[in-house]
Structure formats: C-alpha cells, structure tokens
C-alpha cells in the first residue's frame, strides 16, 4: 500500500474531532502551552504563520504523550486598525469584516491539525470579552493607576492617532512608516511608571531567552545617579540636572536644557531672546526622527550663567535638542571631556573643555575625543587622586550633606499612553461630568458597548468618530445624575491582549473576570510561544496587567508566562514573509500536494526555530521522502515476528535519547535530522537483518506523533493497536543499552592517518595499544617506536623515527 496522505489525513482529522486525544485523568497535571493570539487579518495565513503554531502544537502534543492535560487555546486579537482601515475603505462594517477574517483564519489554522480547544476561543472584540477590558480600567482608574492628563504625545500624521512611546521605533509609527511628531492632546494615561522596580526585578526569575528579558530591562532603563541643583546667576530659580556622572562635576564647563524645558522663557536674556525663541519654534517643527538623526548638533545660547556649586565657576546656559525634555529634569551639566556628545557639542560651539578623570599613570595631553572610561580625579580639588568610582560616591554624598543635591535613580519607561482616536477600540469606560469630574462608568453597567457610526473616517482633530454620535454621547452622571458626556477615546489594541491568558482558561464566566479555582489549577502560562517583536510591547504590558491583577487579588501570581520561547521569522528571497512584501507562500498548495505533515516536519526542519530562516519550497521534497521512507519501514514489517537484536536495541535507545534530548532543548531542525538519521539506520538493519522488532517500530511511531500526527496515527492502527497513539507514554531510554559494542579508532604514524582497528568500547589502553602496533607494523619503514598517545576512544597517534 503506498503512501496516501490525503487520504490518512482526513481521516484522522474526523476521528480526532469525535475522539479528541487531550483529555482530563486521574492523577494528570495541567500544562498550559499558549501562542501568542494572531490579529485575524484579510489576507490570511502563509508558511510564515505556520511555524510558530506548528511549535506549539509539537509542544502540546509532547506534554500529552507525557501524561499532562493541556490547554492550548486559540482566539482572536481583533480590535485594531486594518479592519477599521479596512471599512473607511470599503464601507464595510468592521465587525462584519472581522467576523469574516475569524472565519477564514479558522479554517486555515485547522489544516495544522493542532490540538487546539476550540470551546475556549476567546475574541477581544466580543462585548463578554471586552466587558472585562473595560472592568479592568475601571479598577486602575479607582486605584488612581488611570488618569488623564494634557501633554504633548506621539502623533501619526497618517494613521491619525496617538501612540505609545513602544509603538515609535527609530522615531517612525511602528504601523505605518510615517515619521511621528508631537501633538498636545488630552490622553488617559497607565501608571505603568509605579511598577517599574517589579517590572525589572521580577525578571530575574523567568525561563526567558536573555535577549528578551534585556530588552526589557533596558526599556525601563533604571539609572543610578544624582540630581544637583545649579543656581543661575540673577535668578531666584534653580536649575535641577539629572546626572549619573557626579564625579564628573568639577569638569562641567556649560549646561544644556532641553528647547521644551520649563525654564528656558526665563532663562533667555533680553539679548538672546529672539534666537531663543526661533530655536525653540524650529526644534518643536521637527519630527523625532529628524531630531535623532541630525548628526551636527545644533544649539542656542540662553545669555544667563549658572554656577558650579563646588568650585563656584561660571558656566554658560545653552539649549539644545540633544537633551530630551521627557527624561530626568530635562536639564543637564555637560562634561565635553567625558561624554560623548557633549565633547561634539563643545568643539562645535568653541566651549572649554576640562579634563578631571585620567587614565592612571599617563601624563595629560588635550584629549582628541571624550574619555568615557574610569580613572584617577585630577583638577578636582580635594578629590584629586581619588579612583572616579569611589569619587562618584563621595562626591554625591558630599552633595547631599550639603543639601546642594540628592542621589536618585531615574528610569527610561514612561506612563503609558493609552487613548486612541479612533473608532475600533473598547471604549473607555468613563462619562465626564460638569459636576463631578471623570466619573467611571459602575462596573455593573459594564460593557460599554461600541456604538455603530455612519463613518469610521479618523477625524484628525484629535477626537474619535464616535464623538459625532450625540445620542451615544450624551448621557447622565452615574454620581449626580446630571448631564455628562461619554469619553469618546478608544483604548490601543494592546489593552484586550494584556490579560487574554487569564480568560482562556475560564472564557464563559459571567461574573468574574476568572474564577480564583480555576485559574488556580491552569496559571501561570507553561510555555509561552510568539514572535520577539513583541518583546517589549505586549510583554511588558502583560506583565504590568498580571501585576495589577495580582495586586487587587484576582490571580495569585505577578509574572504571567514562566518560560517563553521566541520563534524566528521565515523569510524569503532574504526578507521577512510578508504580503505587502509580495513574497507570500501559500500553505494551501503545500498541504495539498505534500500533506500537513510533511509541512509541519519542513517548518521545523527549514533551520534552527530560534533564528529567521530563508523558505525553500524544493525543500519539502526532502522531507516528504523521509515520510514515505518511514511508512514503507513500518508496512513492511507489520504482522512479521522478528526477534529484538542488540543492534536494533542500540539503535532504538539511541533514537529516544536522541530526539528527546533535542526537544527538550527546542533544537527542533535537529530533532527533524535524527529522525531521518535514526531512520536511515533502521532501514539498513531491515535489510541485512530481514525486518525490525516491533518494540522498535512502535517506538518510532511514538516518538513521530508531535511531529507527524496523521502518519503515526495511521501506522498505530495497522500496527493492530485500538487506542489512539497519544494514549502512550513518551519512551524512556536506557543509557547501558544506548552502548556501542564497538568503536572504530583511526591510527596515525607522525599524525597522518594510516589504519583503522576495531576494538571492543570497553577495551583497555594496554589492548587498543597492542592492536595498533599490529595494524601498523608493516608500514613502519624499519623505523623504531619513541611513543604512543591513546585519546580514549577516539584516536592513536604513534611517532616514529
Ligand atoms: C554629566 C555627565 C558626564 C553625564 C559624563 C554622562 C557622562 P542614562 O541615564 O544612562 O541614559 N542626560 C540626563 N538627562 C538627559 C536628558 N534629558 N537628555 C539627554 N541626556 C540626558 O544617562 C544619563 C546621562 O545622560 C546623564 O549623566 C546626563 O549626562 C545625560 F561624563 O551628566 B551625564
Ligand atoms: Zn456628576
């Protein structure tokens, strides 16, 4: 029988559906393994998709033949610009063009035949779901975590709308491309800020690639330094910098402020006022990738002086936009000898520069750039000789006894912006009254629902569509009963996939959020799968909801995915698999022509799943002979009684300890390559030793069913068994019968290679010796023997003259 893949395929598709394979027991434990839930776009899935749900669902099938019952749902992220895009562009409402996207994306993902529990689907967009999207901001909101404010934010031109500081990469909108500028709005912000210590520290004990976790860790950015106040000449105010370089402060030869700082209008003397001004005016012109990408730096001179609070000197205020306004005070002491781009700036605008670390036992000659490292103090004062780690202390507590500064920390994260002005979004559960402020809506009113628009059209002004609904608008004070107005601000489509885990495991629970049992029995998160894209997005608000949520006592736990694993991309023609990169491949023709499991292999055999790896269709060719090579192995050798060998034994430890070795570490493309090996080697044995036992075959067959499900299943049942293949245990190997009886050594004269003997592995030193002499009597040339080196099992080396 030859084999048919279409055929197998559907068949065991339809079984599983009656018969699923996880199921609950007696004396299982949970194992919960997620994928990062897809946004069900238009265009629906390609090759790319595939291999991180093809991961996880190896995975899954892994723990089931462990003996666990998992959870390995599937739902949906689907709020969010495309489908409203999408409507303005086509007039279509888009939760009909969702509804349609779920649909389509459902039937592309069956062909995976993972083991997803469809029962528990979860769709952000749904008003159960999104009821508790809205609950969980009415909590911040009373815990004081969310709250409004007027500041000038990240703003895309064309996608009209706010941003979060996560979603700017290189100062361009991380959807779009547009270079982002800044625009004052009223925004609802998320006190992520309060959480920032955890956020880092918690770190610490995840099973997460260390990539990851230091994306995060340098996202929060946490500093350690000091703030110096600087008086200003003619001033009542002080200046505040924000230093992490305290030792430095006796070579600080000018000061710089940020064009947006508070102070700058008063620092600006009646003769700088107009450049003043014209600077600040061009710098808030500019966009953000402008202002991080102008290599010449570019500055103003304010006319006032501030001074040095320990040496008493004189230094100019200058203003520039190498300073950032939302960071530390905005303010800095600029040290050209020891910082990068304050030396640039010096040298461009002619300012002293004053050495003050030096590198131990050189002599001092005009620096030709910054010296960044650490040194001995000189030309500080009292602090001269010191060692600049220890001046770094001394000089910040000498600081704070005199109350001219303190020492303080300072972080990079920022709060969260989290309006949106658009229309599909959850709106933001609060009314604004007159009387009594921003009023959140009582959580048994919950959900807010979405109200229908005439146009989805972004209005540009800063407001969402759905402030032109006047009927929605308008409603009554939930506290005075008086008239208020609805917020019309949407959330970003993060806030429904912060929390999405917790409600997997319980998706139909009216009441709570999650009921305490139940999460108790599935959560944390096992096994994490997704794309390292979401590294500090998703991953970091994740985390911060889980925090929250753990904070008012709804889940036990504060780190929500114990391990994480990060899938590389496919790509194609040398570039990622996208569609507007017009380099899709389609799984559909594949799965037609090769069958899902010969997919499934290929995705994981296409190289290391860790990295991004170049698709290659010719490649599947390979894998569906490996296949073939199996089913024929296996049909030839049912109903034959063939006694268990030591060579087929071998063989067989060898393959479990092999494959399993490799999947623990996730080394799938090798796990895929031992397969072929163990195979090859299979089939070598059948034919010199007329057929394998059927332990061993079984064995195969076990080992195959993550990866290969359909095919195994089939083999299974011819091999005569009822139950499904995944009622077994993963095997178990034997490291004495993994043994080689014998090895093969190679013996060099003078390091060349000249015999191979073949010698019992446990042989002893004396023995291999002795055989190696023989094989190469006859070709020492009458030369005599000065000296034999053995490297246990593996070579001879024998020198002669
Ligand atoms: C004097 C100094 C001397 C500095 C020196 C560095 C080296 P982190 O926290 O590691 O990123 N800084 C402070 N606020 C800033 C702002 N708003 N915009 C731009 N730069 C700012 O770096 C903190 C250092 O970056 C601070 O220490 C300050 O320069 C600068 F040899 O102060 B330093
Ligand atoms: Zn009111």
Redesign the pocket.
Same mark, same amino acid.
Not at 241 to 246: L, M
């Given at each position: 029988m030859n084999y048919d893949h279409k055929q197998i395929e559907g068949k065991w598709r339809g079984y599983w559906e009656e018969n699923p394979i996880n199921q609950p027991g007696e004396g299982k434990e949970n194992y919960y393994c997620l994928d990062m839930f897809p946004y069900p776009s238009g265009s629906g899935l390609h090759v790319g998709h595939w291999r991180g749900y093809v991961l996880s669902d190896v995975w899954s099938r892994y723990k089931v033949l462990q003996g666990y019952h998992v959870l390995h749902p599937m739902g949906w992220d689907a709020f969010g610009l495309p489908a409203e895009n999408y409507a303005i562009k086509m007039g279509v409402h888009p939760s009909k063009a969702t509804a349609e996207n779920v649909a389509n994306f459902k039937r592309q993902l069956k062909e995976i035949s993972a083991i997803y529990d469809w029962d528990k689907e979860v769709n952000t967009t749904d008003p159960d779901y999104y009821k508790w999207t809205q609950w969980i901001f009415v909590k911040m909101f009373k815990e004081g975590l969310a709250y409004e404010k007027e500041m000038p934010i990240n703003w895309c031109p064309s996608c009209k709308t706010g941003l979060a500081n996560e979603e700017v990469v290189n100062g361009e909108c991380d959807r779009c491309g547009s270079s982002v500028t800044k625009k004052n709005l009223r925004q609802w912000m998320l006190k992520i800020t309060a959480y920032a210590e955890r956020l880092l520290n918690d770190l610490e004990g995840l099973e997460w690639p260390e990539k990851v976790k230091k994306m995060q860790s340098d996202w929060i950015?946490k500093?350690y330094?000091a703030e110096i106040d600087f008086e200003v000449e003619g001033l009542e105010n002080k200046i505040k910098?924000?230093?992490?370089?305290?030792d430095?402060?006796y070579?600080?030869t000018f000061m710089v402020l940020?064009p947006e700082q508070a102070m700058v209008k008063e620092l600006a003397t009646e003769e700088q006022k107009e450049a003043v001004e014209k600077y600040v005016f061009n710098a808030s012109m500019k966009s953000s990738v402008d202002r991080l990408q102008d290599k010449e730096k570019t500055g103003v001179f304010t006319g006032s002086y501030a001074i040095n609070p320990l040496n008493g000197a004189k230094i100019p205020i200058w203003i520039s936009d190498? @300073?950032? +306004?939302?960071?530390?005070?905005?303010?800095?002491?600029? @040290?050209p +000898?020891?910082?990068e781009?304050?030396f640039a700036f010096a040298k461009r605008f002619d300012l002293p520069i004053i050495q003050v670390?030096a590198k131990e036992g050189e002599e001092l000659v005009p620096l030709e750039e910054?010296y960044?490292e650490e040194g001995v103090m000189v030309n500080s004062q009292v602090f001269d000789g010191m060692k600049s780690l220890e001046a770094k202390e001394a000089i910040a507590n000498y600081l704070a006894e005199h109350d001219i500064g303190k020492k303080t920390t300072?972080y990079?994260l920022r709060d969260w912006v989290f309006s949106r002005q658009r229309y599909w979004g959850e709106p933001i559960p609060i009314v604004h009254c007159e009387k009594c402020g921003a009023v959140p809506v009582p959580e048994e009113n919950l959900p807010v629902t979405l109200p229908d628009v005439e146009s989805y059209e972004p209005t540009g002004t800063g407001e969402s569509p759905l402030a032109d609904i006047d009927e929605w608008v308008n409603t009554t004070c939930p506290e005075c009963g008086g008239h208020a107005k609805r917020e019309t601000n949407t959330m970003p489509q993060w806030a429904g996939s912060s929390w999405y885990f917790l409600r997997y495991v319980d998706p139909r629970n009216k009441e709570q959020l999650v009921s305490p049992e139940i999460a108790k029995e599935w959560l944390p998160v096992d096994m994490y799968v997704g794309g390292i894209e979401h590294a500090v997005l998703h991953l970091l608000y994740a985390r911060f909801y889980t925090k929250f949520l753990h904070d008012i006592g709804v889940v036990e736990f504060g780190e929500p995915f114990k391990r994480l694993f990060n899938q590389g991309m496919i790509c194609k023609n040398g570039a990622k698999m996208s569609k507007s990169k017009g380099n899709v491949v389609s799984p559909d023709d594949l799965v037609e022509k090769y069958g899902c499991d010969s997919l499934r292999i290929y995705e994981l055999f296409v190289g290391p799943p860790e990295l991004d790896s170049e698709w290659d269709d010719r490649g599947i060719d390979g894998v569906y002979r490996f296949i073939n090579k199996v089913w024929n192995l296996v049909t030839n050798n049912i109903g034959k009684e063939v006694a268990v060998t030591k060579e087929m034994e071998k063989v067989r430890h060898q393959m479990i300890y092999e494959i399993t070795t490799r999947l623990n570490n996730f080394s799938l493309n090798t796990v895929v390559s031992g397969f072929m090996e163990y195979t090859n080697k299979l089939i070598d044995i059948n034919k010199s030793q007329g057929g394998i036992d059927s332990e061993t075959i079984e064995i195969l067959i076990v080992l195959l069913a993550p990866f290969a499900p359909h095919i195994a299943e089939e083999l299974w049942g011819q091999m005569g068994h009822e139950q499904t293949v995944f009622a077994n245990p993963w095997p178990t190997f034997d490291k004495e019968k993994m043994k080689e009886d014998t090895i093969k050594l190679p013996v060099q004269i003078n390091g060349k290679v000249r015999a191979t003997i073949e010698m019992d592995a446990e042989a002893d030193k004396e023995s291999v010796l002795s055989a190696a002499r023989e094989a190469i009597e006859s070709k020492l040339d009458g030369k005599s023997i000065v000296k034999e080196i053995y490297v246990p099992k593996k070579i001879i080396n024998i020198v002669v003259k």
């Open positions: 950015g500093s330094g910098v924000f230093t992490t370089r305290p430095t402060l070579g600080s940020a190498y @300073v950032l +306004a939302d960071y530390g005070t905005g303010a800095i002491m600029c @040290v +000898a020891h910082d781009r304050d670390i910054a960044t300072n990079k």
